[in-house]
């Protein structure tokens, strides 16, 4: 799963993400989106048959990172789950 935002300057009509119908998608919004069809063998790769990646087209997605954790949380974090 990835992150892309809604850069169209409207809202958007997204079939099928929540299996009901349609989702409408306001300009700005950021939702989780599938990197792969339903049929995808997560075992393909590019150029197999049954590799089906989601294209999000540019002029209307773009993608967002996800956050970056600073390391001193990380060490903290990891700091807090040792044993006794």
Do not use: C
Not at 15 to 24: A, E, N
Not at 43 to 69: I, M
Request: hydrophobic share 30%; charged share 30%.
């Amino acid at each position: 799963m990835s992150k892309v935002r809604n850069i169209s300057g409207g809202p958007l009509d997204v079939p099928l993400l929540d299996r009901t119908g349609i989702v409408r998608v306001e300009d700005g919004e950021v939702l989780e989106v599938p990197d792969f069809q339903p049929a995808h063998n997560p075992e393909s790769v590019p150029g197999d048959p049954d590799h089906y990646p989601v294209t999000w087209p540019g002029d209307k997605w773009e993608p967002v990172p996800e956050p970056k954790v600073p390391a001193e949380k990380k060490r903290s974090a990891a700091a807090g789950k040792g044993g006794a």
